[in-house]
Structure formats: C-alpha cells, structure tokens
C-alpha cells in the first residue's frame, strides 16, 4: 500500500501491570489493572475507545476461556465496540500492535487500544511449556521431543559452532537484563545475578541453562492509538510510530536456510528502517525478544546493531548496557521483566514509550529520541519490528 | 477407544522417510509438501528418502515435554539429510556423543505405548555411525 495514504498514528496512553506469578490474580484482573492504568495515563474515558485488539497466546489451554476479545471489551466496560484476540504464538502482542497501528493509519478508527494478556501460572510449568510448544510444529518438532528450549539450544549451538560464541556471553544477556529488571518494579525478578551464577545454573537444553531462559509470567499491557494530529488533546508527550513491519517464516526450525538469524525479523527490521527513514545507529534504546539469551545476540545481528557474529562480545563487554551504545532490554527483558506471552509485544512499546517520555524511573536512558521493539513467534516463524519516535 | 493426540495420520511418511520432489524445480523436501516452497509449482512427487546425513546441530534437552518418555534426557539434532533438505529428530542412546559433522543413520525404535489409546509408538531416530 501506498506509505502517503497512510494516517500518521501515536501512542497517547500506556499501562502495564507488575509481572510475575500473579497468585491474586486472574486473566481478567490482569485486564483491567493494565487497562485502568491506560486509561489513567491517557486522561481518556473507556467509552472514547473504538476498537480493541488483544494479544494473547493460549488462554484456552492455560485457563480455558477464549473468546477473550469480548471477555476484555466486557471488563473494562468499551461501548460494543468491534473487539477480537489475535494469536501468534509468543508474538501475539506485537501482532495487536500492529493491527491497532493499521485500524487507526488506514482511517478505519479514531481510538483504538491494544491490550495484551497472559494467565500461565494456574497450570504446572510442564503444562504451560508444553503449551508453549506448540508455537513450533506440534507433529515434526514437540510430538519428536524437541522443547522450545530446545528449538533455542539448536540454534545456539549452530551459532557457537559458526562464530565462536560462548556460554560466557550469553550468561552476560542475563546478567545485564536481570541488572536492568532489579530497577522496574514491574519486572519479575528483583535480583541481581552474576555470570557464574548463570554458569552454574541448571542445564534445561545444552548449552541453554535455567538462567538462559525467560521465565513462565502472568502480567497484561496495555496502550492507546489515536491519529497523530489529535494526540495533543491527550497529551504534551506523544509518540509516534514512524515504523511497523511484520514479516513470517517456515513454521518449522529445521526448515530454514540458515538458523543463526532469524530471516522474518531482517525482512521485519529493513521494512521499519526503511518506512521510519532511519538507520540502525540512529536507535537509542531496544526492547528486543530475549526469550532465551542466544535470541537476543542473534536480534542485536537481524537489527543491524552488529554485524554477523559480532553482537555477543559486544554485550559481554557492556556496549548495550544502560546508556550503552544503545540500551537494549531496559524493561528487564523478557529474562528479567518476564515473559508473559501475549503481553510481551505490548510491553515492549509501553517501556520505549516511557523511555521516550523520560518516565523510566531509576532505568532512564538520557536523551532517548528514538526506540524499537522486536517481537519473535515461534523459533522466527513470526517477526514484528516497530520503531517509535518522539513527537517533538 | 480415544484418539491418539500425536499426529498418526503422518506417522507412514514419518517412519519410512518418504519425502517428495517437486516436478518443476526439482527441490526435495521432508517432509512433504503440497505446494513447492521455491518456485509454489503443486506437482510434486513422492520420493523415498535414505535418512542417511550429517548432524547440522545438537542439544542436550535436559527437561523432556510433559509424557514425552521415560527419559530423563536426550539429545536432539537437526540433521542435513544426503538428498538436501534438514530435519530435526533425537538420537538413539548408543553413548556417542553428537558433535556438528557427524554422520548418521536412521533407526526405528519403540517409544511407549500412547497413553490414550495404549497403542505402541513407534519414532524414527537417527544413529551416529561411529
Ligand atoms: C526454564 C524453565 C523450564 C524453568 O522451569 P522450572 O524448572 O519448572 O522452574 P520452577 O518454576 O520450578 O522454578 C524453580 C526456581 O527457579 C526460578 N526460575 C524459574 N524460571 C526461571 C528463569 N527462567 N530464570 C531464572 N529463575 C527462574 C523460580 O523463581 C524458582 O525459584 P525459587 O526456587 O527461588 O522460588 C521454564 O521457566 C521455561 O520453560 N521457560 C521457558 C519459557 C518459554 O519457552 N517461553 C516461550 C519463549 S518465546
Ligand atoms: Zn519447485
């Protein structure tokens, strides 16, 4: 479609629940503590909304109940507005994004919230892993034995054997992201880990141990979408989304010409560079889908922050720390923020949104201007990358 | 009796590494496809595949899916089959430890007996050839 017929969209309201094992809360508590917030934040009322779009992964395997688009128009009581989930797999939240992004850009609606929402913790982990399994194929890779860590593990070994990458630095994303996590009271870790202590810990698939992988959250986000040339009357700080992309991949790991990067995500990348008009080096800070540490050394590289093979010695020696080169995982990361996944694609713009507004109380990058969200289904069989911008 | 909840309707391609080709372009793929990835021709030909090829990469999975076997651990590959396209799958326990390169050969083994039906389950592995 032609860019020029596009509306310009901003972002004029956020709210995020504190992630974790939510025992006090169910789904639906987790919608409307994220959807108040939003609400709050934007100074808008629930009857302004027109559209909603929820991200969310498996709420009929981890709670049974579908249907959940309607269950969230419901609870924060929307006027009958057209309301649906979207599914895809652990990027159902960027998915929301981007279809909220496209009903406001296209004219179809004026203001639109997207919402994502994950229960995981009211079945044992063996049950909602393997219900996370079936991000991947269910007959040729979880049916065989290969777990989601699993599908990760290979490709990091690949990634070892091609660039000499080590264990060393992918315990370094973990310690860098439980550091960043340990100042947003929203994460689901508050500890502050070591490189031995990631070292040490329990093997879950070779070369991925326990503190490699994000972990089984419950939380919910939620955001507001208004045409840019409105957003003043809800805020002084509005942000713009100069970039939206999304791009897929076979459905299966093995499937795929080379497995130390994820292809969906530089056709992703390249399309939101392109449309934002800006060059990897221009972002500032990056929530990147760390859903095992290897993923977010091959992110750094499908972004174009690094060149192949170059991004794990990068972040072993502290360049996309806090107010690094760029600051990558300020939230905590999906290792240290957690990863409830249908939320995380929203989650991911709610902390650049608060980056960009300089609100990220005790984690702020100085002179953020631009940000980006990189959001993975599946082993790469689904990408989403956003870029956001100040409106000033 | 109930269903099984695996995939037994591709258990026939699965065990006897039947691929196909496509007509057109000539690519090989397991497993099958109905339409052609490269060039989206659907004239494709079944094409019986040797199973044999090399490990592309490996892992150690340490914590199984839910009933999945009486395994504590496996190791599972990806392997470059001769004939061209990859496949991952798990390894026989022979105590050879997999490595990037190695060869390997399939070997149909006995897992359990699905629990819904009490069936046995078969699964094609692959072996390294030492
Ligand atoms: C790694 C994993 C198997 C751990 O599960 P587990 O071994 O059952 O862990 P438990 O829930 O029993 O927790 C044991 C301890 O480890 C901690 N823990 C659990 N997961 C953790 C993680 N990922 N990182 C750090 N600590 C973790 C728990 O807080 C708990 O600590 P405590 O004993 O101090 O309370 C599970 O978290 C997992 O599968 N993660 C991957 C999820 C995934 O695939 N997501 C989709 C990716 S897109
Ligand atoms: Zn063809």
Known sequence: MNGDLLRKVAIVGVGLTKFGERYDASLRNLVSEAGIACFEDAGMSNKDIDA????????????????????????LALSNVPALKVENACASGGTAFRQAYMAVASGMHDRVMALGVEKMTDVSTSEATTGLGGAGDKSWELDDGITFPGLYALMARRHMH??????EQMAAVAVKNHANAYKNKYAHFHKIISIDDAIRSKMIADPLKLYDCSPISDGSASLIMVPAEDARKYTDTPIIISGSAQASDTLRLADRDDITSIKAARIAAEKAYSQAKIKPSDVNVAEVHDCFTIAEIIAMEDLGFYKKGEAAKAIFDGDTGLNGKVSVNTSGGLKGCGHPVGATGIKQAVEIVWQ?????EGRQVSNAKIGLTHNVGGSGSTAIVNILERGD | MK???????EDSEKLNFVGNECNKC?????????VCRDCGSTEMIDRKLSGNGEIYSYTQIMVPPEDFNDKESYYAVIVKLDEGPRVSGILVDSGTTPDIGLRVKPALRLMKKDKETGL??????????D
């Open chain 2, 3 to 9: 269903e099984p909840t695996y995939n037994y309707r």
């Open chain 2, 26 to 34: 000539h690519k090989v793929y397991f497993p099958k496809r109905n």
């Open chain 1, 356 to 360: 960009l507004r300089g609100e990220a």
């Open chain 1, 52 to 75: 909603l779009y929820v991200g969310n992964m498996a709420s009929g395997r981890l709670t049974e109940q579908e249907h959940v688009g309607a269950l969230v128009a419901d609870e």
């Open chain 2, 120 to 129: 046995p389950r078969y699964q094609m592995k692959f072996e390294i050839i």
């Open chain 1, 162 to 167: 091609d660039y000499g990458t080590t264990e």
